[in-house]
């Protein structure tokens, strides 16, 4: 009886070393306005939707101070043209001759710009935004309306130019 | 001249242009050789601090005043203060822990000052249970300590230009850095949660102005990830991600998400924009790498380095660094004539894996030019390639990832330059 007791205790040790459960449940909604994860496929795209027309507005009044007319660049980081350079001697990466995905662009302006007051926009302008940089080259058309259907399906440039490295032992 | 003992007779040299046998480190003997420098100090005479009490306590002490040099070097670009780098000074440090008032800064968009009350870690996506874990009790599982290197796959970056950069050691390697980090294995809170079938990925956001983002495989996250709560013993420094840290030994520095916040387990990575428009290699071709996670085999001479001066022709100590994200550094060679010829550096023991490791050699100078490089090898069979090799994989300005073998020109009058083999 004793033995058997010790032994028990040894176990319930054991368990509770092993697992603390000291984790808090999260609910759907709590998750909801954490989750700022934009997958390739579109999921977390919130709703809403933006124009080329509005985003030139939103560019013109949030961006280009930084990021040059037309994304061209300057002082910071150029956002736009390259396409076609990859292969070349002078290859040019930018948001839309480099990134593979428009998800990407909608997920980082959305959670990282602008710079001086992240995660300021409102949805609509950051579809509005996306629109209009890609519509700088053409990559989507000038009437173009982004939204949570049609954002995923925008082909980049550089779509296929990846090769993933990662070797997962199993 | 006298006769010196302990290194004399030619059968001490290993390799070309003075390079001696690693053991003659461990005894005595070769620093009788050592070409005395400054002029002697007038001793017998008690200085001015043994005259007079010394300073009083203080609660947090900092380094002498007269290393006030001692500094990461830094400089941001105009209009973004917060978005970039300071590096370690490896050429001013000794061993391989760097304080942490030096371990090496990249930021996105500058340092949050978090309130540990006010910060939860959130793990949720493909789990049975959604789970937030607040510090309070965070700090109640148990926890394991291990010392390993952060390296931002940027590091050492300048070896991709077409002129060799001459700047230090540490301008050039000193996205580098090293500590003893304490925290919970992530597994353990994976576990928790209940991974779903299917997971395979593991999307890491920080609670910083740029929400800082990578996707990590999944197989990693339940391998030896943590989630880093202290550095050095103390708790992990705001620049390092105060309160918490992801810790992924060996991998690239920037999937470390500093003020860690949140875990989505997904079934595919998320092309996240610092794994797509940076940290990824453009190869000839216009096709790029991506998801090259782990930091390659890869050494650098940190004395005599850049800025360093010799005192004219005797005996030196070579030392550096030495590291690898597969494991263990199993070898260090050096040479002293340009490739030519190579002789086996001491490692420091314990040799550990995922850490820095400090590699010695005596060398004779004869005052000559010479051409120091190293080249390390890992556990796993890894060499370093040359410079010239690394640079033909990739595309014109490519620099992530470099780990190619790196030398120092030493010239006749002792000064030290960045040249390519």
Redesign the interface.
Known sequence: MYICRILLLCLALNVS??????????APD??AK???????DGTGLPPGSGSVAAGAEVYSKKCQG?HGADGAGK??DRLTGGIGT??S???I?T?VS????A??VF??IR??MP?QA??SLKDDDVYAVTAYLLSIDGVVPKDAVLDAKSLPKVKMPNRD??????K??? | MKKREGFVGSDVFVAGNGLMDRRLLLGGGVAAGIAAGAAGLALGQSPDWMKTPGRGFSGYGMPSKWQEKVQRPFSPA???PG?GSSRTPLHLLEGTITPNGLHFERH??GIPDIDPARH?L???GMVK??????ME??M???METHIRFIECPGNSGGYASVQPAQTTAGGINGLLSCSEWTGVRLS??L???GVQPGA?WV?A?GAD???M?RSV?L?KCLDDAVIALYQNGEAIRPEQGYPMRLLLPGFEGNMCVKWL??L?V?D?P????DE??HY?E?M??????????LQAVKSAIVKPSFGMAMRGPGLYEISGLAWTGAGKVSKVEITADGGRTWAPAALGEPVLSKALTRFRLAWKWDGRPSVLASRATDETGETQPTRAAWVAQY???QFYHFNGIQSWAVAADGTVSNVYL
């Open positions: 070393a092993a697992a603390q459960n000291l984790g808090r449940a999260l709590e998750i954490l989750d700022l994860t934009i997958s390739p930084c002082p910071q990859l292969a001697d002078k290859p990466k948001a480099f990134w593979p995905r998800t990407t997920d980082y959670r990282a710079l992240p995660q130019g990846f090769v993933n490295y990662w997962p032992k199993k | 105009p209009g973004r978005t996105h968009n939860e959130a793990i949720h249970r959604p789970l937030a874990f607040s009790n965070l109640r599982y148990p353990t809170l576990d928790e949660a395979k999307v956001e102005a740029a929400a983002s495989p197989e916040r949140r989505k997904t595919a998320v092309d996240a924009r797509t428009s990824t453009l000839p071709g216009g096709k790029a790498r991506q998801y090259m996670f595309a014109t300005g």
